[in-house]
């Protein structure tokens, strides 16, 4: 690279970058295409924490952008407990209840206790828009159920960005079985169309890992301005291999991880490159031993203690390490 007053020599050892802080998103399924997540998991009331869950309750939320006018909906996938892909305890005894909320309280950059993570009831901020519970039935094995039609003026209104903030709840009320399910958010009651600029985001992420040793799962929290290190807290990991944190910086970290109904937490520094980006967490089942079934909690802070988000698509897309670059003052010939 020539320049008038100097010379510059500059060595790519690799430059790829791989995504931008205003790519525009277009969805939801919930876990993500990219998250590689087969399920969302959550137990009845009366199960037993070592089995995966340590709050019987999770807390998803959904924004619409602004300038989306149209009815949306929200389609559950499985919704009962029962069936093929659920997790049976004895028998299947378990209720489960999904409620969409809207309305002021709901938006938890305002309401921090919206998120879920605190115990009691705090979690059902906001205007109850629909409810169901679901037992044992077989018609939705499988199937969707459709909450909505929603307008999206009903949500609660966060001008950061610029959209309407939705809250479903997923609540096991009774029994001590797993029940496994998704979420589609979705422009039609009958059929998953993606709606563009939407995303989808959790606080505390309840998942269960494939039953294979090839599959690695992938969640992708987003790095705000002013992050110096984050406080990861996994449970219940079983200790089914390896958690590895990549991003454009980071090849690949390994952190501490949990064992049978435990929490591990750990510090990861940020680095500057790090901050306005996605990192991506990867969990690699162990190759020795096959577990099965096995259902992980996870949870993120940043050094001042506020929760970082997991959103379903990574903002600014899939972080891909890019290796530093080095600049190199090449003399001038004589």
């Known amino acids: 690279m020539k320049l008038k007053k100097s010379k510059f020599k500059i060595l790519l050892i690799l430059y790829f970058l791989g995504f931008s802080m205003f790519t525009r998103v277009s969805g939801q399924p919930v876990p993500g295409?990219?998250?590689?997540?087969?399920?969302?998991?959550?137990?009845?009331?009366?199960?037993?924490?070592?089995?995966?869950?340590?709050?019987?309750h999770q807390v998803f939320f959904f924004s619409i952008l602004k300038d989306y006018t149209k009815p949306f909906y929200i389609?559950?996938?499985?919704?009962?407990?029962?069936?093929?892909?659920?997790?049976?305890?004895?028998?299947?005894d378990t209720k489960t209840m999904?409620?969409?909320?809207?309305?002021?309280?709901?938006?938890?950059?305002?309401?921090?206790?919206s998120r879920g993570l605190l115990k009691g009831l705090n979690y059902k901020s906001g205007n109850l828009l629909a409810s169901r519970i679901f037992g044992n039935?077989?018609?939705?094995?499988?199937?969707?159920?459709?909450?909505?039609?929603f307008n999206p003026s009903e949500g609660d209104f966060n001008t950061k960005w610029n959209s309407y903030m939705f809250k479903i709840v997923c609540e096991g009320i009774s029994g001590d079985d797993g029940n496994l399910y998704k979420y589609f958010l979705s422009s039609d009651p009958d059929?998953?169309?993606?709606?563009?600029?939407?995303?989808?985001?959790?606080?505390?992420?309840?998942f269960r890992m494939w039953n294979d040793f090839k599959s690695v799962s992938h969640i992708y929290p987003y790095i705000d301005t002013g992050t110096v290190y984050i406080r990861q807290s996994n449970f219940d990991w079983d200790n089914d291999g390896t958690i590895l944190v990549v991003s454009r910086y980071k090849q690949g970290i390994q952190i501490p991880i949990s064992n049978e109904d435990n929490w591990v937490t750990s510090n990861i520094p940020i680095e500057p490159p790090e901050v306005g980006s996605s990192l991506d967490f990867q969990f690699h089942k162990r190759q020795d031993e096959l577990v099965k079934n096995n259902n992980v909690v996870i949870t993120l802070e940043n050094q001042r203690g506020d929760n970082l988000k997991f959103y379903s698509s990574p903002i600014g897309g899939?972080?891909?390490?890019?290796?530093?670059m080095r600049v190199e003052k090449v003399k001038p010939k004589k």
């Open 137 to 149: 039935e077989a018609r939705y094995d499988n199937n969707y159920y459709t909450f909505g039609p």
């Open 191 to 206: 059929n998953n169309i993606p709606i563009e600029g939407a995303n989808a985001f959790t606080y505390a992420y309840h």
């Open 318 to 324: 899939v972080p891909i390490y890019q290796p530093q």
């Open 33 to 56: 295409k990219d998250e590689n997540i087969p399920f969302l998991v959550t137990f009845g009331k009366d199960g037993k924490t070592s089995w995966g869950d340590y709050d019987f």
């Open 75 to 92: 389609r559950v996938f499985d919704p009962d407990c029962g069936g093929e892909n659920d997790e049976i305890q004895g028998v299947f």
């Open 98 to 113: 999904f409620s969409v909320y809207g309305g002021k309280g709901v938006d938890p950059e305002v309401n921090p206790e």
